[in-house]
């Protein structure tokens, strides 16, 4: 038998909580309907990175998050790098690249952005790959390599 404190115990309980508010919630089965999880939150996202610049000029990238270092790579032209992940729990995942080439006048252009905002590009639909096409007038992002829309350039942010 469970006493006072016992019970104020058992009551203060996180997981306790968690399942009674789950059991009175639509992602419970019940009588009147089944589990409804989109189980879309829960898959890995991919982010590709392409050179685009032209066939003579290496791209240099060096991504990373608050949690993982994706190390430097150098591209060659229509080479590409990507990495997977999944969103954290609230949705504050964040991936920035440095990138870097030299022009034809060997002048080094870089910049760096944010390549994955889960906020920002998410809502885009970006939901499972994620695009960005890096040539000499910036940086291009969308859901597909064709879809692109110019997004940075190498000296400020466009949106």
């Keep these: 038998m469970v006493g006072g404190r016992g019970?104020?115990?058992?009551?203060?309980?996180?997981?306790?909580?968690l399942v009674l508010a789950l059991s009175s919630s639509s992602w419970c089965p019940s009588a009147y309907g089944t589990i409804d999880i989109n189980y879309e939150y829960f898959q890995k996202i991919t982010v590709w990175v392409y050179n685009e610049l032209d066939p003579n000029t290496p791209l240099t990238i060096?991504?990373?998050?608050?949690?993982?270092?994706?190390?430097e790579h150098t591209l060659s032209y229509n080479q590409e790098f990507h990495w997977?992940?999944?969103n954290n729990f609230?949705?504050?995942?964040?991936?920035?690249?440095?990138?870097?080439?030299?022009?034809?006048n060997g002048r080094l252009v870089q910049t760096s952005h944010d390549a994955y905002y889960a906020r920002r590009d998410?809502?885009?639909?970006?939901r499972a790959d994620c695009f960005w096409s890096i040539r000499k007038d910036g940086w291009y992002y969308g859901y597909n390599l064709t879809s692109g829309?110019?997004?940075?350039?190498?000296?400020?942010?466009?949106?």
């Design 62 to 71: 060096h991504c990373k998050s608050k949690d993982d270092d994706l190390g």
């Design 84 to 86: 997977k992940f999944r």
């Design 7 to 17: 019970l104020k115990l058992l009551l203060s309980s996180p997981l306790l909580l």
């Design 122 to 126: 998410y809502a885009r639909n970006c």
């Design 149 to 159: 829309k110019l997004m940075f350039t190498w000296d400020k942010q466009i949106q």
């Design 90 to 104: 609230y949705w504050t995942t964040l991936f920035w690249c440095n990138m870097w080439w030299h022009d034809s």
